[in-house]
């Protein structure tokens, strides 16, 4: 079984994710150099890709022997395989339309993986200077004050994160447009900030009460799902079953009671895994 030093792990992931944010943050305002990926609403910029290489780069050279997962290394074709070996998932613009509108809801989000489960997780908006940390058996923390999940399981006054998505596939639209019409008028509200990242945390900090998407990728969950599950929230495929990091599908809450309660309104749609030959 692979082990680290979480700890020192941590430490440099942190000091890399900074400096990194200091990339977003001076470039989120300035014109941007903006390539399609899959769809017309699905982005890259310079940023993303020079974020990404600045963690990579310090990463594997203080780790030389961890993996990664990275988003735009996957876009560019890499694959996207997870071992028991200790791999740093990273998406170094989550919220990149926001990024290229100056929206100043985007975040950098690294995770550490060991043994398939989430030993580390940041998620750091720069622009706003929020950093989500935490480190498993230790809690969740924004700012280095402990956070904490709302704790709500009435379904009627659960605050809602939902997001459109960069998929404009018939079917997925459908679905989306679908479970935001079921839930809005049976919760107390539906928000969408365009990061699942930070929607994450925005379940995690106690300023909503649950999330769900389909379609994301792992680098949009790995460090969220840990930092929910240490302030105290719960996360489930949005059937209500397990969550499976490179299943696309997640369903996040304040509370498994209130996970269930949504997961039984939501109609379903399945991608293909990230982990799939493609």
């Given at each position: 079984?692979?082990?680290?030093?979480?700890?020192?792990?941590?430490?440099?992931?942190?000091?890399?994710?900074?400096?990194?944010?200091?990339?977003?943050?001076?470039?989120?305002k300035k014109t941007k150099n903006?390539?399609?990926?899959?769809?017309?609403?699905?982005?890259?910029?310079?940023?993303?890709?020079?974020?990404?290489?600045?963690?990579?780069?310090?990463?594997?050279?203080?780790?030389?022997?961890?993996?990664?997962?990275?988003?735009?290394?996957?876009?560019?074709?890499?694959?996207?395989?997870?071992?028991?070996?200790?791999?740093?998932?990273?998406?170094?613009?989550?919220?990149?339309?926001?990024?290229?509108?100056?929206?100043?809801?985007?975040?950098?989000?690294?995770?550490?993986?060991?043994?398939?489960?989430?030993?580390?997780?940041?998620?750091?908006?720069?622009?706003?200077?929020?950093?989500?940390?935490a480190i498993k058996g230790q809690?969740?923390?924004?700012?280095?004050?402990?956070?904490?999940?709302?704790?709500?399981?009435?379904?009627?006054?659960?605050?809602?994160?939902?997001?459109?998505?960069?998929?404009?596939?018939?079917?997925?639209?459908?679905?989306?447009?679908?479970?935001?019409?079921?839930?809005?008028?049976?919760?107390?509200?539906?928000?969408?900030?365009?990061?699942?990242?930070?929607?994450?945390?925005?379940?995690?900090?106690?300023w909503g009460d649950a999330f769900?998407?389909?379609?994301?990728?792992?680098?949009?969950?790995?460090?969220?799902?840990?930092?929910?599950?240490?302030?105290?929230?719960?996360?489930?495929?949005?059937?209500?079953?397990?969550?499976?990091?490179?299943?696309?599908?997640?369903?996040?809450?304040?509370?498994?009671?209130?996970?269930?309660?949504?997961?039984?309104?939501?109609?379903?749609?399945?991608?293909?895994?990230?982990?799939?030959?493609?």
């Amino acid at each position: 079984m692979a082990s680290v030093n979480t700890e020192e792990c941590f430490s440099v992931a942190l000091k890399l994710v900074k400096e990194g944010g200091n990339l977003v943050r001076d470039a989120i305002k300035k014109t941007k150099n903006v390539e399609i990926k899959s769809s017309v609403v699905d982005l890259v910029t310079e940023s993303d890709k020079a974020v990404e290489k600045l963690l990579i780069t310090g990463l594997s050279k203080a780790f030389t022997d961890h993996k990664f997962i990275g988003e735009e290394s996957v876009a560019a074709g890499e694959k996207c395989v997870l071992t028991d070996e200790p791999t740093w998932i990273i998406d170094p613009i989550d919220g990149t339309m926001n990024f290229v509108h100056s929206f100043p809801y985007t975040c950098i989000s690294v995770a550490l993986w060991v043994n398939k489960e989430a030993e580390i997780g940041i998620v750091y908006n720069p622009v706003l200077e929020q950093m989500f940390t935490a480190i498993k058996g230790q809690g969740a923390f924004l700012n280095d004050e402990k956070i904490s999940a709302s704790g709500e399981t009435d379904l009627g006054q659960a605050l809602v994160f939902s997001e459109m998505g960069t998929s404009r596939d018939p079917e997925k639209v459908d679905t989306v447009i679908t479970n935001i019409t079921t839930l809005m008028t049976k919760v107390h509200g539906i928000r969408g900030i365009g990061s699942a990242a930070l929607s994450m945390m925005s379940v995690a900090a106690g300023w909503g009460d649950a999330f769900y998407h389909f379609k994301l990728c792992c680098w949009d969950m790995a460090a969220g799902c840990l930092i929910i599950r240490e302030a105290g929230g719960y996360l489930c495929d949005p059937q209500g079953g397990p969550f499976d990091l490179m299943s696309r599908r997640v369903l996040c809450a304040s509370t498994p009671e209130l996970a269930q309660k949504i997961a039984k309104l939501l109609k379903q749609y399945q991608p293909v895994r990230d982990d799939a030959d493609k």
